[in-house]
């Protein structure tokens, strides 16, 4: 084979590719094929506040007092909510959604509620900035506390 030749497929199979790539980064991201593609999300649903019934019309236990650490709390990421126990038999619950960003707070140590993401700690009594960069406490959430079961209200 010449050099000529070889330039020759070696240009004409780069074209088609190139020409297949660019075909193919034309139609990325345009409306149609989006629609056609991705999956519509559905809006996140608002949350109740209405806390969820069982039968008897007592909202659905969240937990049991014996869940939560005294001088800690617990996490329950799918209710957005955070739960403490800052001193004995005394229970305070929190939104989970970190006040800096938005990310969903992970853990509850050292008498702070901590999020993940940038650093910030809340502290367990009442919300409060502990550490920064969050300037802003935890929304309180409004729990009650029925024999060793916790609800929200």
Do not use: W
């Not at 799918?78 to 800052?86: A, D, G, L």
């Not at 038999?89 to 993401?117: R, W, Y």
């Amino acid at each position: 084979m010449t050099e000529t030749t070889r330039r020759t497929v070696v240009f004409g199979a780069g074209s088609a590719g190139l020409a297949a790539v660019l075909t193919a980064c034309a139609s990325y991201g345009s409306p149609a094929t989006e629609a056609d593609m991705a999956p519509a999300e559905e809006p996140a649903a608002e949350p109740s506040s209405e806390a969820p019934k069982k039968k008897g019309g007592k909202p659905k236990a969240l937990a049991d007092t014996a869940d939560i650490p005294q001088g800690g709390g617990k996490v329950f990421e799918k209710q957005k909510i955070v739960v403490t126990q800052p001193a004995a038999g005394e229970f305070k619950a929190f939104s989970a959604i970190c006040t800096h960003q938005g990310c969903t707070v992970a853990s509850v140590s050292n008498k702070t509620i901590n999020c993940p993401c940038h650093g910030s700690k809340f502290n367990i009594a009442d919300g409060s900035v502990a550490d920064g960069p969050a300037s802003e406490p935890l929304e309180e959430k409004q729990i009650t506390v029925d024999g060793d079961k916790i609800r929200l209200a």
